[in-house]
C-alpha cells in the first residue's frame, strides 16, 4: 500500500513511531504498537505504529512520521512511501520467557539488545524487559551474555596497551569526586585511563556534570581516543550518542531504569562492567560506599556485590579490585557542580581550602590502581605525583584537551547569588548528616541543571559545633527555588547534633 509521508516534527529520543489514520488502521487491521515496514527506493525500515483519530491532522492516505524514521529514510513532505505489515520481533517473545521467571540464552539477550540498538522495540516492551529482570533477578551466565552483547552490540576504544585502568563508585555518597583526583594521577604515572562518567539522575551532580563545569564531556569515540593518546586519560559523557557511542544499549537501558528507580542487580553488574570493557580497561577498581542513605546499606549486601563484581571480571578476563568504603556522610564540602569543581581545584592546586577527606580518599583509590598496575610504593608515587603539582599540571591538559580553560580558578567558578545560611541550633557533636536529605535540597535549589546551585558544607560528622554556627549554606540563582529549599530543610532533620 502506498501513503504519502507527513512529517511530525517530534523526536521519540529513540525507537522508530509512525501514526496512521483511525480509518487506514482499521483497513489495514492495525492496532496500536503493531509494526509496519517502510520502504522509499532501497531504504527500508521498521516502525511502530500508534493510530490517529484526528482526521484534520493526519488525513487518510497519509502517514506521520516522527524525526527518527523521517531522517532515516531521508524523506521529505509529501513522498510517497510503500507500506506492509511486519510481524514483532522475536525478542518480544523473549521479553515474554523472562516475565514467566525462565533464564535465557547468550542467543536470545543478544537479539534483545540488537533490537534495542536498531530501535525495534518499544519504551514499554523494554520496561517490561527491566521489570522482568528486577522481579526475577539475573544469573550469573545471563549477566555475562547481557555484559558481552552491550559490548559486541556498541563501539569501542581500541587502545592496545597491556594495561589500562578504570574505576567506578556504585554511588549513595554526596561530592565523593575522586574520579576528578584519580584520574590526573593515573594517568600522570604513565598509565592510560580513558574514564566515561554519568550525569546526574537523582543526585545533586555526577562526575560528568561535575567535569562540565571545567570542559566539555561530550565526544565522538575518534575524538575521545585521541585525547586519551595525548594525555593519558580523560573524563568523559557519551550518553547523548547512544547507539553510535561506547556501549550505547546500556544507555538506552539506564533511561528507562531510572524513572522507578528499578536497579536489577544483574543489570547494574552488566551495566558497569560492559562501560569498562568498551574502553579495553584491564585492571579496574570498584568503590561500594556504605552507609544509612547510600544505595548499600548493609554490610552482607555489600559482600554479596562485591563477590559477584569479581565473579563477573574474573569471565571477562579483567583485574577487578573491590573496596567498601565509608558512605555514611558526604565527602569533601561542595555538593552540585561548581562547588565540587572546586573542591577538586582546591586539592589539585594544593590550596589550603583542600578537603582532606576527599583527598585522603582519592589518594587511598589512586595508590591501590597504581599497585594494581606493578608500580612500587603505590602511595608514596600517588602523593608525590599530587604534591609536586604533576597531578594539576596533568588535569590542565585534560581540560585543555577537552576544550576547556586550564588556568581557570576555583574562585572563577559562580555561585549562586542567592543564598542561605543555615545555623545549629545548640552546642553538641553532631552525630548524623543525612545523604538522601541534602541531595533533596541541593537538587530543589537548582542543582544540577543549575551548575551555581548547590550546598558547601562547613563541618562533617563527629566534629564539635556551637549554636549559631553556619552548619551549611544553601546556594540559588532563583530566589523562588531557594526559598523551596528553606520550606524542605525546615520540614525535614536532615543533621543530628547531640
Known amino acids: 500500500m502506498k501513503m504519502k509521508v507527513k512529517d511530525i516534527g517530534i523526536s521519540s529520543g529513540g525507537p522508530f513511531i509512525s501514526i496512521i489514520n483511525e480509518k487506514d488502521a482499521i483497513d489495514l487491521d492495525l492496532y ?13 525500515i521498521i516502525t511502530v505504529v500508534d493510530i490517529s483519530t484526528h482526521v484534520k491532522r493526519l488525513s487518510r492516505g497519509h502517514i506521520g512520521l516522527f524525526e527518527e524514521p523521517f531522517q532515516a529514510l531521508k524523506l521529505k513532505n509529501n513522498d510517497s512511501v510503500d507500506i ?31 533490537d534495542l540498538i536498531t530501535n525495534k522495540l ?18 550469573d551466565n545471563e549477566t555475562y551474555y547481557l555484559t558481552k552483547s552491550i559490548v559486541e552490540n556498541g563501539k569501542k576504544l581500541k587502545l ?6 578504570d574505576k567506578h563508585c556504585i554511588g549513595g555518597t554526596l561530592n565523593n569526586r575522586t574520579t576528578l583526583i584519580i584520574v590526573p594521577i593515573v594517568a600522570a604515572a604513565g598509565i592510560l585511563i580513558p574514564k566515561t562518567s554519568s550525569r546526574s539522575i537523582t543526585s545533586p551532580a555526577g562526575t560528568a556534570d561535575t567535569f562540565e563545569a571545567l570542559a566539555k564531556v561530550e565526544f565522538p569515540i575518534k575524538k575521545i581516543y585521541s585525547i586519551v593518546k595525548k594525555t593519558n586519560g580523560c573524563i568523559v559523557w557519551t550518553g547523548s ?34 562501560k569498562k570493557a568498551a574502553v579495553n580497561a584491564t585492571h579496574i577498581l570498584i568503590d561500594i560506599p556504605l552507609g544509612k542513605f547510600t544505595k548499600i546499606n548493609n554490610k552482607k549486601q555489600a559482600l554479596h556485590l562485591k563477590r559477584k563484581f569479581q565473579k563477573l571480571g574474573k569471565k571477562l578476563k579483567m583485574k577487578i579490585k573491590v573496596i567498601i568504603t565509608d558512605g555514611s556522610q558526604p ?21 589550603k581550602k583542600t578537603p582532606k577527606d576527599l583527598e585522603e580518599k582519592s589518594l587511598y583509590m589512586a595508590s591501590l590502581i597504581l599497585g594494581m598496575a606493578g608500580i ?33 580558578s576555583p574562585n572563577r567558578l559562580k555561585l549562586g547569588k542567592y543564598r542561605y545560611n543555615f545555623k545549629a541550633h545548640k552546642n553538641g557533636i553532631i552525630k548524623e548528616i543525612s545523604n538522601e536529605l541534602l541531595s533533596k535540597i541541593a537538587r530543589t535549589a537548582g542543582s544540577p541543571i543549575d551548575k551555581e546551585a548547590g550546598i558547601y558544607l562547613n563541618f562533617h560528622v563527629k566534629d564539635k559545633v556551637k549554636k549559631g554556627d553556619t552548619m551549611f549554606t544553601i546556594y ?22 547531640k
Open 376 to 408: 612500587k610504593n603505590p602511595l608514596e608515587k600517588a602523593k608525590f605525583i599530587l604534591e609536586s603539582g604533576l597531578a594539576y599540571k596533568k588535569m590542565k591538559e585534560i581540560i585543555k584537551s577537552q576544550l576547556g580553560n586550564p588556568n581557570i
Open 32 to 44: 496500536a504498537l503493531d509494526r509496519i515496514r517502510i520502504k522509499k527506493g532501497k531504504k527500508e
Open 84 to 114: 506492509s505489515i511486519e510481524k514483532k520481533p522475536e525478542s518480544v517473545d523473549y521479553i515474554r520467557k523472562k516475565l514467566d521467571n525462565k533464564e535465557l540464552s547468550k542467543d536470545e539477550i543478544n537479539q534483545i539488545i540488537k
Open 476 to 497: 540559588s540563582k532563583n530566589p523562588k527555588k531557594l526559598q523551596f529549599a528553606k520550606i524542605f530543610l525546615k520540614a525535614n532533620n536532615l543533621i543530628k547534633i
Open 160 to 165: 592496545n596497551k597491556k594495561i589500562v585502568a
Open 331 to 351: 565527602i569533601g564540602n561542595g555538593i552540585g557542580p561548581n562547588l565540587e569543581a572546586r573542591d577538586v581545584l582546591y586539592i589539585l592546586r594544593r590550596d
Open 241 to 274: 550518542y547512544y547507539d553510535k557511542n561506547l556501549a550505547g544499549a546500556d544507555d538506552k537501558l539506564i533511561k528507562l531504569r531510572h524513572p522507578l528507580s528499578l536497579d536489577p542487580e544483574g543489570m547494574l553488574l552488566a551495566s558497569i562492567l560492559a
Open 122 to 139: 518499544t519504551e514499554i516492551e523494554l520496561t517490561y524487559f527491566i521489570s522482568a529482570c528486577y522481579i526475577n533477578g539475573l544469573s
